[in-house]
Antibody
């Protein structure tokens, strides 16, 4: 059974830092792109960042570039999100999501086929 | 960035109705469009990937289609457990973007 368990959320002051972790089990972690998706209270879903299977490529939304860093440790089946210079607008539930692949011809793209339960990050003074 | 515009933002429907939700991409995304369902307080659940491929375990009353940059999620014979918020999401290019969501409520 695929399981994704996030941890590391909490209350932090503006300008502070947090490191989120996602422990994966039940599948070959090193074979999947992994993602962070967030949802502000009462709002919609926002993709934050993703990372290739071997960690060699990462992508992120502009609003977190230079502040958030996604990484992974395939030996530990773990995904991370280092969040620095946190702002009030970063307040959200952060989900870890596995990337499934859909291929059309030679081109493949992702979908989010398994999600963790999420961890709440609150940025407030 | 590719903008995903979902409509309507909310709708009311009765059990047994057929419901259609539309998502329009701001540019061509080929078939790289996914649909998710989220119930209150719950984690999003993948319904459709690649515009029209039903995820394993998802009831066949859910279907997806595309016409150019317009994508449609259809729920045939709406069931009580289908009342939820639905999101489209493009995976054609980063940043991966979601639509604003469509809340399906009970009439």
């Amino acid at each position: 059974e695929v399981q994704l368990v996030e941890s590391g959320g909490g209350l932090v002051q503006p300008g502070g830092s947090l490191r989120l972790s996602c422990a994966a089990s039940g599948f070959t972690f090193s074979s999947h792109w992994m993602n962070w998706v967030r949802q502000a209270p009462g709002k919609g879903l926002e993709w934050v960042a993703n990372i290739k299977t071997d960690g060699s490529q990462t992508y992120s939304v502009d609003s977190v570039k230079g502040r958030f860093t996604i990484s992974r440790d395939n030996a530990k089946n773990s995904l991370y999100l280092q969040m620095n210079s946190l702002r009030a607008e970063d307040t959200a539930v952060y989900y870890c999501a596995r990337g499934g692949r859909y291929c059309s011809g030679d081109t493949c793209r992702l979908y989010f086929d398994y999600w963790g339960q999420g961890t709440l990050v609150t940025v407030s003074s | 960035d590719i903008q995903m515009t979902q409509s309507p933002s909310s709708l009311s429907a009765s059990v047994g109705d057929t419901v259609t939700i539309t998502c329009r991409a701001s540019q061509s995304i080929s078939s790289y469009l996914n649909w998710y369902q989220q119930k209150p307080g719950k984690v999003p659940n993948l319904l459709i990937y690649g515009a029209s491929n039903l995820q394993s375990g998802v009831p066949s009353r859910f279907s997806g289609s595309e016409s150019g940059t317009d994508f449609t999620l259809t729920i045939s014979s709406l069931q009580p457990e289908d009342f939820a918020t639905y999101y489209c999401q493009q995976s054609y290019s980063a940043p991966l973007t979601f639509g604003g969501g469509t809340k399906v409520e009970i009439k």
